[in-house]
């Protein structure tokens, strides 16, 4: 089943290297789509050029919206959920969302 899941997240600190680097690795991984928001800025977790631009320009805590998008595995949802327990990362909340194929949504 599709779902979309969001999560409201805030840095305690700049996101270090090896983390943005471990991201990009889970989103080339996963079989869902893994998308951050802030901003009017959108970046696709596989795009690694974009990705290191997006975290480049997000301060200490400043808030943005991971989007995890697509067909969900448990697999997939435990290892997004291991990596926000990062001590640099805050999860203020998150939203799941399940879809149709009698609807779109805009993001």
């Known amino acids: 089943m599709d779902i979309i899941e ?7 600190s700049k996101l270090p290297m090896k983390d943005v680097l471990q991201l990009h690795q889970i989103a080339s991984s996963s ?9 009017h800025m959108i970046a696709d977790a596989e795009n690694l050029p974009k990705l290191l631009s997006f975290f480049l320009t997000t301060d200490n805590k400043e808030t943005f919206t991971l989007i995890k998008d697509g ?25 799941e969302y399940e879809t149709s194929d009698q609807e779109s949504i805009v993001i």
Do not use: A, G, M, W
């Open 71 to 95: 067909i969900t595995e448990e697999s997939d949802s435990n290892t997004i959920k291991e990596f926000l327990e990062n001590s640099s990362i805050k999860v203020n909340f998150k939203i």
């Open 31 to 39: 079989s869902s789509n893994i998308y951050l928001y802030r901003n």
């Open 6 to 12: 969001s999560y409201k997240v805030q840095l305690n």
